[in-house]
T-cell receptor, first 111, second 116 residues
Framework: LAKTTQPISMDSYEGQEVNITCSHNNIATNDYITWYQQFPSQGPRFIIQGYKTKVTNEVASLFIPADRKSSTLSLPRVSLSDTAVYYC????????????FGKGTRLHILP | GAVVSQHPSRVICKSGTSVKIECRSLDFQATTMFWYRQFPKQSLMLMATSNEGSKATYEQGVEKDKFLINHASLTLSTLTVTSAHPEDSSFYICARSGMNSNQPQHFGDGTRLSIL
């Protein structure tokens, strides 16, 4: 299982764009990159997933370079409610395979 | 809306009690579900993989006789913490596998277990 490394914590201000980068040097060919958000006392919530290049949905964008050894989650115009822990995961294509959580990035949005 | 329902959301009980936590897949029949444990300020730790119709696969260091997992139907997995002690107090979270390959896991909202 590929290991991920991301910043332990980040601070930003309301209205700013926040970029969280994750490294996954030993990602396998069949692995996807998936990001989750977790609020206190709640289960993780799926944000976005990608395999290569760029993926965008209504809440975030995910940038993946050609070598796929890293990825960047981009949150546009954050608000106080985006304060949470964000987990970058490398997920096997087989849906029944387990995934291992890293330490995540604790994002704190300031007014 | 939620695709995984976890119940109860919070349990407080005395030491020595056995506690059952239910995890239901609401939107499709999941042959595989997962149980995690999370201590304060820490990441999720995978405890076991629950397989419908067969024995669960436990991660190293997780006592299978302590944490009983039953996956008797395609929509329900249960975790029973047997003879719980204060050190078992934690946040327990279940997840169901993706509907297809490359589909993400979806998580329940967790169960806060407090053993007095």
């Amino acid at each position: 299982l590929a290991k991920t490394t991301q910043p332990i914590s980040m601070d930003s201000y309301e209205g700013q764009e926040v970029n969280i980068t994750c490294s996954h040097n030993n990602i396998a060919t069949n692995d996807y990159i998936t990001w989750y958000q977790q609020f206190p006392s709640q289960g993780p919530r799926f944000i976005i997933q990608g395999y290569k290049t760029k993926v965008t949905n209504e809440v975030a964008s995910l940038f993946i370079p050609a070598d796929r050894k890293s990825s960047t989650l981009s949150l546009p115009r954050v608000s106080l409610s985006d304060t949470a822990v964000y987990y970058c995961l490398v997920v096997p294509m087989n849906r029944d395979d387990k995934i291992i959580f890293g330490k995540g990035t604790r994002l704190h949005i300031l007014p | 809306g939620a695709v995984v329902s976890q119940h109860p959301s919070r349990v407080i009980c005395k030491s020595g009690t056995s506690v059952k936590i239910e995890c239901r897949s609401l939107d499709f029949q999941a042959t595989t579900m997962f149980w995690y444990r999370q201590f304060p300020k820490q990441s999720l730790m995978l405890m076991a993989t629950s397989n419908e119709g067969s024995k669960a696969t436990y991660e190293q260091g997780v006592e299978k006789d302590k944490f009983l997992i039953n996956h008797a139907s395609l929509t329900l997995s249960t975790l029973t913490v047997t003879s719980a002690h204060p050190e078992d107090s934690s946040f327990y979270i279940c997840a169901r596998s993706g509907m297809n390959s490359n589909q993400p896991q979806h998580f329940g909202d967790g169960t806060r277990l407090s053993i007095l």
